[in-house]
């Protein structure tokens, strides 16, 4: 492996990343057609920002002009800490901490700079997590961290899918790493388990309209629609369910970032305190947790939705 290289996966471990990979940046035909057929059936729901910017999503060097290069991050979150969805409405593993978003960007731009400091000040670099058009979990996949499974999800084969994804678009040339092979094999537990048949039956797909993140999170309307009443099983904000039944999941093994330890508040308020919780209660304790983005209102919402 060339000295660069090395270095760029020395850092990133060093500011608590799991694991980083190479892709060459360029236009990713294959994908571009699945994403046309994805949008066309309508998946996206009523999430209308992922109509645009097609262009910039099927080619990152659009996104940043000069990228040569997209270098994937993987940060694990995994948490043993579960809700329990009795008494208490359950919150996707990934929210129980701080708002991944701003613990992440500040971790790419120390990466960005320290990069910029040990190969070439000239470097000309944008980073993103769940932040930008960009497909994250394809170029993920290119770059060998992991196979997208049959629930969609990056899968990867030593820590299982329990990570966020980032990427750093960056104008140099480095060595592309490979594709690891799919390891679903005949399983089909994701697909058995989720309760609003949201992945399609042979698995790769989702429809995004059903699933129980998008339901709780992404839906801004007064009310989820009522065919999914008594199929949401006690998820008030996301769902781990097809993560939880993933055998690769046995192999995660929990983070060690402080910010994504969980909010005790998260896993203890009941179904009763949310639905009697006011704006400023609410307000103070979540002021650093990706709920806040759900708002009072909407938790309201969906913890009353769950009966
Ligand atoms: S997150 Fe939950 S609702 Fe969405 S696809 Fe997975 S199991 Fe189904
Ligand atoms: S549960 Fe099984 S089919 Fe689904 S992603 Fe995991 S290994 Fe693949």
């Known amino acids: 492996m060339d000295l660069i290289k090395q270095n760029i996966i020395n850092h990133a471990l060093s500011l608590g990343f799991s694991s980083v990979g190479f892709s ?6 294959e994908e571009s057609i699945r994403l046309k057929q994805w ?15 097609f262009d910039l999503r099927t080619d990152p060097t659009l996104l940043h002009e000069g990228t040569q290069t997209i270098i994937s991050l993987t940060f694990n979150y995994y948490n043993p800490s579960e809700t329990s969805g009795n008494e208490v409405p359950k919150i996707a593993m990934y929210a129980l901490g701080e708002d991944y978003h701003k613990v992440l960007r500040k971790k790419l731009k120390e990466l960005s700079n320290l990069l910029k400091n040990t190969i070439d000040p000239g470097l000309n ?13 394809v170029w993920a996949k290119k770059s060998g961290l992991g196979w997208v499974g049959k629930n969609t999800l990056l899968i990867n084969p030593k820590s299982g899918s329990y990570f966020f994804l980032a990427e750093l678009l960056i104008n140099l040339e480095i060595e592309p790493d ?5 390891h679903c094999g005949t399983c089909t537990r994701c697909i058995d388990a989720c309760p609003t048949d949201a992945i399609a039956k042979d698995g790769y797909t989702m429809d995004g309209s059903k ?22 099983e006690g ?4 769902c781990d369910i097809c993560q939880q039944v993933c055998p690769w999941n046995r192999f995660s093994k929990p983070h060690n970032e402080i910010a994504f330890n969980p909010n005790p508040e998260l896993l203890n308020l009941t179904s009763q305190e949310w639905m009697t919780m006011d704006q400023e209660a609410f307000d103070e304790k979540f002021a650093k947790s990706p709920i806040k983005r759900t708002g009072i209102k909407g938790m309201k919402r969906n913890v009353g939705f769950l009966g």
Not at 235 to 238: L, Q
């Open 178 to 182: 490979v594709e690891i092979n799919d």
């Open 125 to 137: 670099i944008r980073y993103f997590t769940d932040s930008a058009p960009i497909m994250e979990r």
């Open 211 to 232: 699933c129980i993140s998008y339901l709780t999170i992404e839906l801004k309307e007064d009310e989820i629609p009522i065919e999914f009443k008594d199929k949401m």
């Open 24 to 29: 060459k940046a360029e236009f990713i035909e």
């Open 235 to 238: 998820w008030a904000f996301g």
């Open 39 to 53: 949008l066309d059936s309508g998946y996206q729901g009523k999430m209308d920002y992922l109509n645009n910017y």
